[in-house]
């Protein structure tokens, strides 16, 4: 076989690389048996179509001509999309990280034909620079020492086999109780930045799970401090150069301490999550400049997602969330979104000062000579008159902006992705009272069961019409949690079941009757050189994680002690023995709160009455709320604790439920929205 075999594939990063001379294969059984038969070492390289190094290490390497004849010399070329399989992805960092060097993208990854790693990098220049050696040079090296020394090479091998065999059996054996959620919250609260938000140092990453656990402290213990780096944290990202002032939607993080310069790619994980915490955040906030702002991002921030993440085209075709948008455009990172004061001075006119003013437009930029939008120093945020006029310059300052060479957009719909959007939606929709966004969060779901379903199995991706890749733990944890919002919202039993359903194909297909816990890849999945077991949160939250809270939402719905048991075994053996590491298992932590200490309100009746009871528990937005509906509290799952508990002389009532106790019955929306806000 020759040539570069990209140009059959879906995905617009692999698409990125199909005209380069580099002989591409994707991964796959032909590439792996290419190697196999010919004995070559394999060079994988792992990137995504919004990764700006990703860019720079193709024009540098990929698209020279004399490179890529060493790479095609040398070995079987295998080119990976990581948002696609990072099943694939997961093993090779952990092999990256295991050999002493940090991870990231693009992985350049050196594997034998058995796919065990014996080296690897990221980056790597094509010539000698920043202290890393050239890739040419780098690339002869190698092929001289697999074929001179196979033995090092087999030695090599083997030692990354057998430590990334642990990546199947996780050290667990530690116990969680909501005492240690307590003690990991203090220790966390030492990461926070004080005065910027967000963790010390830079880069600067959003973390909304972080915060999110954060935010959970204060709920459990009233804090102040809590309250504060969660609300702190929020305000800056939201008027920080990470925000886009203009079309919404945040970047995936800061290269300062700032918050104002942004790494400019846009990821819709990143807005689904923020979008969840300010809805999780805001109903608890007092009126003033702070619930505004996050009211406005929040809606800012979905209208940008339904405008310009929509895989259709057409406004009113079906739909799912395409998954980022590129740093880049016209080979320049951020060229898109800058502007000169000249140029706000020519199309603003008179309004121009009041804009400068307030979102640092200066002579001479704030990056690179050019400005970033951002409002971090405005002082006066929410005057009405001055926000007139500024909503009257973003509305000159957007279309023009349109008009400019935009980024890439990498159309790939993502099953994992996608449930975060959905739950972030939903949520919103109900805090927010956006009936809107809860039918498009409805519509979105409907998308990937009807495009993403095979059976009862998932796929991964959906791209160009076609569906691809198994789907991944996250996947079904995803959208098992997005299926039980959006049934908590409606009350629809068919979202209960869609959850019970995806739980059941990970119990039958992912589940480790062994050592307990779910691997990242089911046990049908070819080509895996292990399954990989994720217990820590990385930008996106652990599938494992996710499923704690599945779990037992599933059980407090069902009463079905099945769901407990898992929940329970799944605890037993993935809880850290050290209880400050639970910080890094942000998901873990809230999915142990539902299950321990659930809020559990159950709404008897039918009718308006009954309807607004439910609309004001959904509006608290409170993060641990179980939410039934009953005729007469006869329907109840197995042992709830307000079984028998109906309306009162005809009149719908709510009961808030915690442990075995219930509240007395509450028949007006404003008392049980009251009980719910003083609920810790």
Same mark, same amino acid.
């Given at each position: 076989?020759?040539?570069?075999?990209?140009?059959?594939?879906? #995905?617009?990063?692999?698409?990125?690389?199909?005209?380069?001379?580099?002989?591409?294969?994707?991964?796959?059984?032909?590439?792996?048996?290419?190697?196999?038969?010919?004995?070559?070492?394999?060079?994988?390289?792992?990137?995504?179509?919004?990764?700006?190094?990703?860019?720079?290490?193709?024009?540098?390497?990929?698209?020279?001509?004399?490179?890529?004849?060493?790479?095609?010399?040398?070995?079987?070329?295998?080119?990976?999309?990581?948002?696609?399989?990072?099943?694939?992805?997961?093993?090779?960092?952990?092999?990256?990280?295991?050999?002493?060097?940090?991870?990231?993208?693009?992985?350049?990854?050196?594997?034998?034909?058995?796919?065990?790693?014996?080296?690897? @990098?990221?980056?790597?220049?094509?010539?000698?620079?920043?202290?890393?050696?050239?890739?040419?040079?780098?690339?002869?090296?190698?092929?001289?020492?697999?074929?001179?020394?196979?033995?090092?090479?087999?030695?090599?091998?083997?030692?990354?086999?057998?430590?990334?065999?642990?990546?199947?059996?996780?050290? &667990?054996?530690?116990?969680?109780?909501?005492?240690?959620?307590?003690?990991?919250?203090?220790?966390?609260?030492?990461?926070?930045?004080?005065?910027?938000?967000?963790?010390?140092?830079?880069?600067?990453?959003?973390?909304?799970?972080?915060?999110?656990?954060?935010?959970?402290?204060?709920?459990?213990?009233?804090?102040?401090?809590?309250?504060?780096?969660?609300?702190?944290?929020?305000?800056?990202?939201?008027?920080? &150069?990470?925000?886009?002032?203009?079309?919404?939607?945040?970047?995936?993080?800061?290269?300062?301490?700032?918050?104002?310069?942004?790494?400019?790619?846009?990821?819709?994980?990143?807005?689904?999550?923020?979008?969840?915490?300010?809805?999780?955040?805001?109903?608890?906030?007092?009126?003033?400049?702070?619930?505004?702002?996050?009211?406005?991002? /929040?809606?800012?921030?979905?209208?940008?997602?339904?405008?310009?993440?929509?895989?259709?085209?057409?406004?009113?075709?079906?739909?799912?969330?395409?998954?980022?948008? *590129?740093?880049? #455009?016209? @080979?320049?990172?951020?060229?898109?979104?800058?502007?000169?004061?000249?140029?706000?001075?020519?199309?603003?006119?008179?309004?121009?000062?009041?804009?400068?003013?307030?979102?640092?437009? /200066?002579?001479?930029?704030?990056?690179?000579?050019?400005?970033?939008?951002?409002?971090?120093?405005?002082?006066?945020?929410?005057?009405?008159?001055?926000?007139?006029?500024?909503?009257?310059?973003?509305?000159?300052?957007?279309?023009?902006?349109?008009?400019?060479?935009?980024?890439?957009?990498?159309?790939?719909?993502?099953? *994992?992705?996608?449930?975060?959007?959905?739950?972030?939606?939903?949520?919103?929709?109900?805090?927010?009272?956006?009936?809107?966004?809860?039918?498009?969060?409805?519509?979105?779901?409907?998308?990937?069961?009807?495009?993403?379903?095979?059976? *009862?199995?998932?796929?991964?991706?959906?791209?160009?019409?076609?569906?691809?890749?198994?789907?991944?733990?996250? *996947?079904?944890?995803?959208?098992?949690?997005?299926?039980?919002?959006?049934?908590?919202?409606?009350?629809?039993?068919?979202?209960?079941?869609?959850?019970?359903?995806?739980?059941?194909?990970?119990?039958?297909?992912?589940?480790?009757?062994?050592?307990?816990?779910?691997?990242?890849?089911?046990?049908?999945?070819?080509?895996?050189?292990?399954?990989?077991?994720?217990?820590?949160?990385? !930008?996106?939250?652990?599938?494992?994680?996710?499923?704690?809270?599945?779990?037992?939402?599933?059980?407090?719905?069902?009463?079905?002690?099945?769901?407990?048991?898992?929940?329970?075994?799944?605890? /037993?053996?993935?809880?850290?023995?050290?209880?400050?590491?639970?910080?890094?298992?942000?998901?873990?932590?809230?999915?142990?709160?539902?299950?321990?200490?659930?809020?559990?309100?159950?709404?008897?009746?039918? &009718?308006?009455?009954?309807?607004?009871?439910?609309?004001?528990?959904?509006?608290?937005?409170?993060?641990?709320?179980?939410?039934?509906?009953?005729?007469?509290?006869?329907?109840?799952?197995?042992?709830?604790?307000?079984?028998?508990?109906?309306?009162?002389?005809?009149?719908?009532?709510?009961?808030?439920?915690?442990?075995?106790?219930?509240?007395?019955?509450?028949?007006?929306?404003?008392?049980?929205?009251? !009980?719910?806000?003083?609920?810790?």
């Amino acid at each position: 076989m020759s040539d570069n075999l990209l140009g059959k594939e879906t #995905s617009p990063y692999l698409l990125q690389h199909k005209d380069n001379p580099v002989h591409w294969r994707p991964w796959g059984p032909e590439a792996l048996a290419e190697a196999r038969d010919g004995n070559k070492p394999i060079l994988l390289s792992v990137g995504y179509a919004a990764c700006h190094w990703c860019h720079v290490m193709a024009h540098e390497s990929f698209e020279n001509p004399a490179i890529a004849e060493v790479m095609n010399r040398h070995f079987v070329n295998i080119k990976v999309d990581r948002e696609e399989r990072p099943d694939l992805d997961n093993i090779y960092q952990s092999a990256l990280a295991m050999m002493g060097e940090h991870g990231g993208w693009p992985l350049t990854m050196f594997l034998t034909p058995d796919l065990e790693p014996f080296w690897g @990098g990221t980056y790597f220049p094509p010539a000698p620079r920043y202290g890393r050696p050239g890739f040419p040079q780098v690339l002869e090296s190698l092929a001289a020492t697999y074929r001179d020394e196979p033995a090092k090479i087999a030695d090599n091998a083997k030692r990354m086999r057998d430590a990334l065999s642990s990546l199947a059996t996780p050290k &667990g054996g530690g116990t969680v109780t909501l005492a240690a959620l307590d003690e990991v919250a203090l220790q966390m609260l030492r990461f926070v930045d004080p005065v910027n938000g967000g963790t010390h140092g830079a880069p600067k990453f959003p973390q909304p799970n972080f915060f999110q656990a954060l935010w959970r402290a204060f709920i459990r213990t009233r804090g102040p401090m809590y309250r504060e780096a969660v609300t702190a944290t929020l305000a800056n990202i939201c008027q920080g &150069g990470i925000y886009d002032h203009l079309g919404g939607g945040f970047a995936r993080y800061s290269v300062d301490a700032e918050w104002l310069v942004p790494h400019f790619e846009k990821m819709l994980y990143d807005n689904a999550l923020l979008v969840e915490l300010m809805a999780e955040v805001w109903p608890m906030l007092d009126p003033g400049p702070k619930a505004d702002l996050f009211r406005l991002r /929040t809606a800012e921030t979905i209208a940008w997602m339904l405008a310009d993440m929509r895989s259709a085209d057409d406004p009113a075709a079906p739909f799912a969330f395409v998954s980022a948008y *590129d740093a880049d #455009s016209e @080979g320049v990172e951020g060229k898109y979104y800058v502007w000169t004061e000249a140029e706000i001075d020519a199309l603003l006119g008179p309004d121009a000062a009041v804009f400068k003013q307030a979102y640092d437009v /200066t002579p001479g930029g704030n990056w690179e000579g050019n400005t970033i939008l951002n409002r971090s120093a405005d002082a006066d945020f929410g005057n009405p008159e001055r926000e007139a006029v500024l909503a009257r310059c973003r509305t000159i300052l957007l279309p023009e902006r349109s008009k400019r060479v935009p980024p890439m957009r990498d159309d790939k719909v993502l099953a *994992d992705w996608n449930g975060l959007a959905v739950a972030a939606l939903t949520k919103a929709a109900a805090v927010f009272d956006r009936p809107d966004w809860l039918t498009a969060a409805a519509g979105v779901f409907a998308f990937i069961s009807e495009n993403l379903t095979q059976g *009862d199995r998932l796929f991964h991706t959906w791209c160009a019409g076609k569906a691809a890749h198994p789907g991944v733990l996250e *996947d079904y944890a995803n959208l098992a949690r997005a299926a039980l919002a959006l049934h908590q919202a409606t009350g629809d039993a068919a979202y209960l079941a869609k959850a019970q359903s995806l739980t059941a194909v990970l119990d039958r297909h992912f589940w480790d009757a062994d050592n307990g816990g779910y691997f990242m890849a089911a046990d049908d999945t070819a080509d895996l050189l292990t399954r990989s077991k994720p217990v820590h949160d990385n !930008a996106v939250p652990c599938g494992n994680g996710t499923m704690v809270e599945v779990l037992a939402r599933l059980y407090h719905l069902t009463g079905d002690a099945a769901y407990r048991d898992r929940a329970d075994a799944l605890i /037993t053996a993935l809880a850290p023995e050290e209880t400050i590491n639970l910080a890094h298992q942000t998901t873990f932590q809230t999915g142990f709160e539902v299950l321990e200490n659930a809020v559990q309100v159950t709404v008897a009746g039918s &009718g308006d009455s009954a309807d607004g009871l439910a609309t004001a528990a959904l509006a608290s937005g409170h993060p641990r709320l179980v939410l039934l509906r009953t005729a007469d509290g006869q329907d109840l799952p197995a042992g709830h604790p307000a079984t028998g508990k109906g309306t009162v002389d005809g009149t719908a009532a709510a009961y808030l439920c915690t442990g075995a106790t219930c509240s007395l019955p509450m028949t007006e929306a404003a008392a049980l929205s009251a !009980a719910l806000a003083a609920q810790t």
